[in-house]
């Protein structure tokens, strides 16, 4: 990347691993796209209820070369739908799942492949 990682945690406190984490699956989608020019990651947590159950958003951008940035981030509703217990690590891995397939969907779009050939 020509720009260096930037990781921020609001409304609740940075974590180790977290940030850990979050370089890991960048690293990974540097791999699936290594046209990366930039990314940022922003872990907010919007809400709170009196027992601890609505989950953070994890928002990343990341910068391609002559595209829009790339946008990926979703909802708290979207993880208590989709967990029993969403927690900080379940959304990062469901933000990161999310960037890693559009990531592979503009890749074979660059390379004049599409969903059909496969």
Known sequence: MQVPLE???HNL??????????????ADLEKIYDRLTSCRVRVDQRANNSNGTIPPVVHIELGLPGRPDLVVS?????????????DLHKAI???FRIAERRLVDIKQMRDGRTKEAH
């Open 7 to 9: 990781v921020a945690f």
């Open 13 to 26: 406190d940075s974590s180790d691993w977290a940030e850990r984490e979050i370089r890991n699956r960048v």
């Open 74 to 86: 979703h909802e708290p509703d979207h993880l208590m739908r989709k967990y029993q217990r969403p």
């Open 93 to 95: 891995n469901e933000a």
